[in-house]
C-alpha cells in the first residue's frame, strides 16, 4: 500500500529499511507512460519519486523523505497539500452528489461557484462556461469566440494571434496558438496556422530600454498585424503579465491596457489565459486587474485593469485537488448564442465531467480562503521575502536576470552573463539543478535553464529561506 503508514512502519522497523520508493517506482515504470517525459531518462539515472501524502508545502515520499514543493506541482496548488478546508469540502460533497451530467441538470456547488467567480472576476463578464482542464478552457474560448462572430454573420474571421513564447496547453487547437518549440515543432503539421506576434517579454528589451517602453514597441507591431488582419481574425490570446511556460517571462502591464483598446479598435476578442497567473499569483486576484492607464499630462499611472471577452481559469480554481477550468465571458457574446434551435448557432462544446460537483466544492473552498483569509496581503510579504532573498544571486556570472511578479519568481541561467548567450540545450544544466533539488530535499523543475518559484502560499518565510538556500547550491551544481 502507498500510504504514510506503510512509509512510518518501514522507518521505524528494526529489519533492513525497505525501500519503497524504489519498489514503487519499479511498478510505475513497467507500467505508466509519464507526461512532457523522455522515459528513457528513467531508466538513466532521474529518479521517479512516488509520493505518499502532503502536508502544506511538503511532498512526502514512500520512504519518508520530505519535498519542498517550489513549484506547487504544476502551479496548482495554492494552499497547500491535503488542505483541511478543501478535504473537508470534499469529504462532505461525497455524501451527496460525486456527478450529475451538466445538460438539462444542474446542482448547487456549479450555481454558487459561477455566482463567486463572476462576483470577484473584471467587471463585465456575466457567464461562466464550466469545462476540465486548462486546454479544455483555451479550446472553449477558441471556439467560442469564432462561433461568435460566425453567428453575427462575419464567418471570415477564421484565425487567432498568438504572442511569441505563449504556451496555452497541448490539445490541437490549444497547441496551435502556443509557440514554445519543445511543444510545438513536432506536432506543426497538425495545426492551426495563427499569426504570431512578437512578445511584450522585457527580457528581450533593446538595451537600455524600460520595460514599459517595450511593451509599448510591442504593441505597435501588434497594431500593425490587426490593421492588415483584423477582419480575418476572431481573438488575440495572451498569457496576461507572465509567458510561464516560457521561463517565466514577464512583461509591463501598459500592454494589456493598450492590447484592449487595440481589440476594441480592431472588432477582435480578447482572451485572457489566466491559467497559470489567476488566484494571486501576481499580486491581484487576476492579472488583468493590473492593467493601468497612463495620466494624459504626467503623474502616476493610474491601475484600472481590464476586462478581456473570454478569461481562461483552471489549474489553482480548485487549490490544486481536482481537474476544473471555467471560461467566463460577457452578455454580449452570450446572446449572440441564443436563436432558434434550427439556426445552428448554439455552443456545441461538450465533456462528460462539465461541471463536475466534487470539483466545484474544491473550487468554493479555495475561493472561499481568498475571501475570509488576507491572502494577498500575506502573499505580498511572502514575496517580498522572496525577491529579497533571490536579488544577491543577480550577481551571479551565470545569471542573466533575476526577475520577479508577484509569488513568480525566476532565475535565468545563461554561459555567459555579458552576451546573455545560453547553455547548450544538450548540456541539460536545469536538469542538473533539479536532480541536486531532489536529493536536497527541494522540489524544483526548471524550464530549460531557468530555475523558478510558484510555491504555495502556505509557505513560511523560513521555507522561502530554506528554498532559496538550496536553489542557489542546485543553481552551483547545474553552472559547475
Ligand atoms: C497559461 C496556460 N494555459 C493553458 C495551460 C494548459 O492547462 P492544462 O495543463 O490543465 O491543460 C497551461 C498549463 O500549464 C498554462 O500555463
Known amino acids: 500500500m502507498l500510504d504514510g503508514n506503510a512509509a512510518d512502519h518501514s522507518k521505524m522497523s528494526a529489519q533492513p ?22 522515459m528513457r531518462d528513467h531508466a538513466r539515472g532521474v529518479p521517479m519519486t512516488a509520493i505518499a501524502r502532503g502536508d502544506g508545502a511538503w511532498l512526502i515520499d514512500a520512504n519518508g523523505n520530505r519535498y519542498l514543493d517550489a513549484i506547487s506541482s504544476w502551479w496548482t496548488n495554492l494552499f497547500g497539500h491535503a488542505n483541511p478546508r478543501i478535504a473537508a469540502a470534499l469529504k462532505d460533497q461525497l455524501d451527496h452528489l460525486e456527478h450529475v451530467i451538466f445538460a438539462g441538470f444542474t446542482h448547487e456547488p456549479a450555481i454558487r461557484l459561477a455566482e463567486e467567480l463572476l462576483r470577484v472576476a473584471p467587471a463585465g463578464l456575466a457567464r461562466v462556461f464550466y469545462a476540465d482542464n486548462g486546454s479544455s478552457a483555451v479550446e472553449v474560448a477558441l471556439k467560442m469566440s469564432f462561433h461568435y462572430w460566425r453567428n453575427a454573420g462575419q464567418s471570415g474571421k477564421t484565425r487567432f494571434v498568438a504572442l511569441s513564447g505563449s504556451y496555452h496547453g497541448e490539445t490541437l487547437g490549444a497547441l496551435s496558438v502556443t509557440d514554445v518549440p519543445l511543444y510545438r515543432a513536432t506536432y506543426a503539421p497538425l495545426l492551426q496556422q495563427p499569426i504570431f506576434v512578437a512578445s511584450p517579454d522585457a527580457y528581450a528589451s533593446e538595451p537600455g530600454e524600460s520595460a514599459q517602453a517595450c511593451a509599448l514597441r510591442r504593441l505597435a507591431e501588434m497594431r500593425a498585424t490587426l490593421e492588415q488582419h483584423a477582419h480575418e481574425v476572431c481573438a488575440v490570446i495572451v498569457e496576461p503579465l507572465v509567458q510561464c511556460a516560457a521561463g517565466m517571462r514577464m512583461y509591463d502591464p501598459a500592454y494589456l491596457t493598450g492590447l ?5 479598435e480592431f472588432g477582435v476578442h480578447l482572451i485572457a489565459d489566466e491559467i497559470a497567473v489567476g488566484f494571486g499569483r501576481t499580486g491581484t486576484l487576476f492579472a488583468c486587474e493590473q492593467a493601468y492607464a497612463e495620466p494624459a499630462r504626467g503623474g502616476a499611472p493610474e491601475q484600472r485593469g481590464i476586462t478581456p471577452d473570454f478569461l481562461c481559469l483552471s489549474k489553482g480554481l480548485t487549490g490544486g485537488f481536482l481537474p476544473l477550468s471555467a471560461v467566463l465571458t460577457s452578455a454580449a457574446v452570450y446572446d449572440a448564442f441564443l436563436a432558434e434551435y ?27 480562503m481568498f475571501r475570509d ?30 526577475r520577479q511578479t ?26 542538473r539543478a533539479y536532480l541536486h533539488g531532489l536529493d536536497h530535499g527541494l522540489l524544483l523543475r526548471p524550464l530549460g535553464d531557468v530555475i523558478y518559484f510558484m510555491p504555495p502560499y502556505v509557505i513560511t518565510p523560513d521555507e522561502i529561506d530554506l528554498m532559496v538556500d538550496v536553489a542557489a547550491t542546485a543553481i552551483e551544481a547545474a553552472v559547475r
Open 406 to 431: 508577484g509569488m513568480i519568481a525566476a532565475v535565468e541561467l545563461v554561459r555567459d552573463k555579458n552576451s546573455r548567450a545560453p547553455f547548450p540545450g544538450s548540456e541539460r544544466r536545469g536538469l
Open 342 to 368: 434550427t439556426s445552428g448557432k448554439a455552443f456545441l462544446h461538450s465533456h462528460s465531467y462539465t461541471g463536475n460537483p466534487l470539483a466545484c466544492r474544491a473550487a468554493l473552498a479555495t475561493l472561499g
Open 17 to 38: 529499511i525497505a525501500d519503497l520508493n524504489a519498489e514503487w517506482s519499479a511498478r510505475d515504470l513497467a507500467a505508466i507512460w509519464h507526461p512532457c517525459t523522455q
Open 373 to 402: 483569509e488576507p491572502v494577498l496581503e500575506r502573499n505580498r510579504a511572502l514575496a517580498a521575502r522572496l525577491g529579497a532573498r533571490l536579488a544577491p544571486l543577480a550577481d551571479h556570472a551565470n545569471v542573466a536576470e533575476v
Open 260 to 264: 484592449r483598446t487595440l481589440c476594441d
